[in-house]
């Protein structure tokens, strides 16, 4: 009893572990100046052990306001409860500030570092509305990232507004993220902000102007109407403010880069992952490989293909087509590439993949860094052999002695239990041998019945047709392999297609690609059904005799 005590206690503290509420934070943007208010989010999976206590902010940031929801749905039979709250805030100081762990009862939240820059934007001749426009870097590197970030500041009732996207030559411009709105204080007066952010990558080094952007906002009227009455609607004019204009000198890549393609990022990582593990596979069966790159940014256009078409003898690769997407954030754009390849080793034995190198330039530390991936084996194994090592086979001379000396050593109990063992193994026994008489004599009873399920199945060149007319690639696939071991003894299609005259092989091994890739068109059979149906002889294993006669009947 003591013993099970103690190994309950680690599942006990497991389970309150697993229990405890993962509360996430975020900001709406970061950095953020001085005197702009901002939201500190706050999303739960389940419900918290408690409410939550704010106070801990008090010392880096100023309380304006708080609100708070809960959002539960059900897919598929199963229910998912989501809680969010959103907290409006004003930072004290400029630099880096923590935004503490905040305790909800007994659950708390992450961390969150903040930077808060000083407010430099001032109005011009204290004008109503105005824009304000950054970029950061102001000396890029060509195709690196440049932050352009946009801030419309008014004190004005805004009905709507128009702005024109950001215009320059030979760059490629990207919206980063959704507007975000909040209010700020500059000399004393309360102005309302809207931010947006793009990113902007320049195609060619030399001074590059961003074209001033115009804005078109029909605001409320000051002015009364002309007509006094109880229902006359309220008056709005049109107003048009332009933001300054901003050069960029745009570097060209730098001499002490000698790679052939130029790539350069905030941050890059090279990842991989298998399919199986232990790296291992049976000959003519599929190992997948899935490489990761993450270039943050960067673009999807600047990244490099991640696997080199090297043949090896006895293993062929079938990739599929790379997946790319790209991840905007108010940060800026992070681009990822995936590729998965299979591989299929044709014979037993190692395979050694090479290793993976990306160079790239880091424009944070303005060095050039290697992202490297070390070189892989792979182990193609016999179907034979790969049994054995699944299944160990025990040693009889070991087992039975320690079994024995292990009942002698027991006290009574353990002697019970074995005894109670023995009797079930005994009678599963007897159950077995009952059964086995009991088909016996059904076997006898419908002899020819079951000769005819006995025997091998047969395979028709009718069924092949049907699969390849119909463009059935797994139906296809499974006729080959039940033809292919009653010819060749073969159990796979890369195995098959070795004893097949080489159009036949080829349309199976198009075949063997196809089943083993993402499926983006359909399969279409009837080449392989044509060069099936015209091939010649095939070429099986040789005879283990041959007496050199010719047959009594030529076909």
Request: glycine share 4%.
């Amino acid at each position: 009893m003591r013993l099970l005590q103690i190994l309950l206690i680690p599942l006990l503290l497991i389970s309150l572990s697993v229990q405890a509420a993962d509360i996430q934070v975020s900001v709406d943007r970061n950095p953020i100046y001085l005197n702009d208010s901002f939201q500190l989010i706050f999303t739960a999976s389940e419900e918290p052990d408690g409410n939550p206590d704010f106070s801990p902010l008090q010392e880096n940031f100023e309380y304006l306001d708080q609100q708070h929801s809960s959002n539960v749905s059900w897919v598929n039979g199963q229910s998912s409860r989501s809680e969010k709250w959103v907290v409006s805030l004003l930072a004290k100081q400029a630099g880096e500030l923590l935004i503490p762990p905040i305790s909800f009862g007994r659950d708390l939240s992450k961390p969150l570092h903040l930077n808060v820059t000083a407010n430099q934007s001032t109005p011009q001749s204290n004008d109503d509305m105005f824009l304000d426009v950054t970029a950061t870097p102001d000396k890029p590197y060509v195709q690196s990232q440049v932050l352009y970030t946009l801030r419309f500041f008014r004190r004005l009732q805004i009905i709507q507004a128009k702005l024109e996207e950001p215009q320059l030559k030979d760059a490629v411009v990207e919206k980063l993220g959704e507007d975000s709105t909040y209010t700020t204080q500059i000399n004393g007066v309360d102005y309302a902000v809207t931010e947006r952010k793009y990113a902007i990558f320049p195609q060619q080094s030399g001074s590059v102007t961003i074209a001033p952007l115009n804005l078109s906002a029909e605001v409320v009227s000051s002015h009364r109407p002309q007509f006094n009455g109880f229902f006359n609607q309220q008056t709005s004019e049109t107003r048009r403010i332009v933001s300054k204009a901003i050069t960029l000198n745009v570097q060209p890549v730098p001499e002490s880069f000698k790679p052939a393609a130029w790539l350069s990022a905030e941050s890059l990582e090279i990842s991989d992952d298998w399919s199986a593990q232990t790296l291992q596979t049976k000959v003519g069966e599929p190992l997948t490989r899935t490489l990761k790159l993450v270039a943050k940014g960067s673009t999807v256009g600047q990244l490099p293909e991640l696997l080199a078409a090297t043949p090896i003898d006895g293993l062929k690769s079938y990739p599929d087509q790379p997946v790319l997407k790209e991840d905007k954030q108010s940060d800026g754009l992070t681009a990822i590439r995936e590729e998965k390849i299979a591989f299929i080793p044709s014979k037993p034995g190692d395979f050694a993949l090479p290793p993976i190198e990306i160079s790239w330039f880091n424009t944070k530390t303005q060095q050039i860094e290697t992202a490297r991936l070390p070189a892989v084996t792979i182990k193609a194994v016999a179907n034979a052999e790969l049994a054995n090592q699944t299944m160990p086979t025990p040693s009889v001379s070991q087992s039975v002695p320690n079994q024995i000396n292990s009942i002698q050593a027991a006290d009574v109990d353990d002697v019970r239990i074995w005894q109670a063992v023995s009797a079930l193994l005994a009678l599963g026994w007897l159950l077995t041998v009952i059964l086995f008489f009991y088909r016996h004599e059904r076997s006898l009873s419908v002899p020819e019945k079951k000769i005819r399920q006995a025997a091998p199945q047969t395979i028709s060149d009718a069924d092949l047709k049907s699969a390849c007319l119909e463009n059935d690639p797994q139906l296809a696939k499974q006729v080959l392999l039940q033809w292919g071991k009653t010819e060749f003894s073969a159990d796979s299609l890369a195995e098959i297609a070795k004893y097949c005259p080489t159009p036949l092989a080829a349309e199976i091994e198009g075949l063997n690609q196809y089943l083993y890739s993402e499926q983006t068109s359909i399969w279409q059979g009837k080449l392989l059904w044509e060069t099936f149906n015209a091939r010649v002889k095939p070429q099986g294993k040789p005879p283990e005799q041959d007496t050199g006669l010719e047959p009594l009947y030529k076909l």
